[in-house]
Every structure is written in C-alpha cells, then in structure tokens.
C-alpha cells in the first residue's frame, strides 16, 4: 500500500488531497497510519507500531487496516499499481 506523495496530512488529522481539491478528516490512529503510509513503512511495520502503542488485536488490526485501506483508495488517496504490457 503506498499513499499518493502529493497527499498533505497536517498535524489534527486534515487530509488534503490536491490533484482533485478533496480534503477529509481522520481520527489519531488513522493519522498515524497515513504518516507511516507516507513514510513507505510497511504493513508489518504498521501493524507493530499499533499493536505496541494501542490495546486492540492481530485480527482487529487486519480487518480495520484493510478496511482503512479501501476506504482510502475509494477516496482516490492511494498510488494505483502500474499495469505492465
């Protein structure tokens, strides 16, 4: 998952996507994952992170990290893989 690099993300979560004028609000978890999107971390690097820092699960974690995910490729957010010829 890589996040469009041209995605602004301020410091209360206002996400501003400026190809499209589009802008959104996160909650704390949300930014943080964004930021570490930003940053190329890895999911596995995500996952640690908020297992360590948030009391939540493994299978909790997975489904709302993919449901983040496609929230954010619906609101035109994320890189879209190259298709190769």
Do not use: H, W
Not at 2 to 29: C, E, H, M, Q, Y
Not at 36 to 42: P, V
Not at 67 to 84: A, I, Q, S
């Amino acid at each position: 998952m890589k996040i469009k690099r041209n995605i602004a993300l301020s410091d209360t979560g206002f996400v501003f996507n400026p190809s499209s004028g589009d802008s959104f609000s996160t909650n704390p978890i949300g930014m943080e994952i964004i930021k570490m999107l930003k940053e190329n971390k890895s999911k596995e690097e995500i996952k640690k992170q908020i297992l360590t820092v948030y009391m939540t699960d493994e299978a909790t974690f997975e489904k709302d990290f993919y449901d983040f995910g496609n929230m954010l490729t619906k609101l035109n957010l994320m890189e879209t893989p190259e298709v190769k010829k």
